[in-house]
């Protein structure tokens, strides 16, 4: 049962445009929420996080909100551009007093973004 | 220049060899970990080392053994793997266990035939 889902696989966006990425999730007990980005060949590299006592969270283009009684974040990026072409993955962790299971980040399975020139 | 590194970037093994994946962080960090990432999976936990001593299993075969000589270093070994064993394996790693940011290298491709 996944606990974190990211239920669009791709999404197709043009330049200029807003590209706005989704994730929900079902633990309650998570508490603190990252989008990483992934090139083809490369490992995720870190991109954006908020934690739970927030419901917005801005880096320049990047813009994550959580909406905690939904369940869900999203990442919005805006001007979107042709590099931010990659998978991005929503992560979520419930800390390390959850489970015993420390440094567990539950990814989703990722959502291909494309931007179009 | 990525802190984290990783050898081979890919690699190709029949089920009855003995690999080593190898991973190198250059951030002064003090927890590592290893993912596995399947097609159309989410990336699955396999190990978490802190202060080079394993803190976690995920229930992972006994065929993947890993190795922390120090903190800098951490290795994959591969024994007698199968078929379905092929993904992409990547090394992470964060400040401290309870850093929530990781880092994560660029990964092996691991091909089993």
């Known amino acids: 049962d996944q606990q974190v889902k990211q239920n669009s696989p791709s999404l197709s966006v043009q330049e200029g445009r807003i590209s706005i990425l989704n994730c929900d999730y079902t633990?309650?007990?998570?508490?603190?929420f990252l989008w990483y980005k992934k090139y083809p060949a490369e490992g995720p590299t870190f991109l954006i996080s908020?934690?739970?006592?927030?419901d917005k969270n801005e880096d320049g283009r990047f813009t994550v909100f959580l909406n905690k009684s939904a369940k869900h974040l999203s990442l919005h990026i805006v001007p979107s551009q042709p590099g931010d072409s990659a998978v991005y993955f929503c992560a979520a962790s419930a800390g390390e007093n959850y489970g015993g299971s420390q440094g567990n980040l539950i990814f989703g399975k990722g959502t291909k973004l494309s931007v179009k020139p | 220049e990525t802190g984290v590194t990783q050898t081979p970037r890919h690699l190709v093994m029949g089920m009855t060899n003995k690999k080593s994946l190898k991973c190198e962080q250059h951030?002064?960090?003090?927890?590592m970990y290893w993912y596995k990432q399947s097609a159309k999976k989410p990336l699955e936990l396999m190990f978490v080392y802190s202060l080079e001593e394993r803190v976690e299993n995920n229930s992972v075969p006994s065929r993947f053994s890993p190795e922390c000589p120090n903190s800098s270093h951490l290795f994959l070994h591969l024994h007698t793997l199968q078929p379905e064993d092929s993904a992409l394996y990547l090394c992470a790693s964060s400040q401290d266990l309870g850093e929530n940011t990781i880092y994560f290298g660029e990964g092996s491709w691991l091909t089993v035939v």
């Open positions: 908020i934690s739970s006592i927030k």
């Open positions: 633990n309650s007990m998570f508490d603190y």
């Open positions: 951030l002064g960090h003090n927890a």
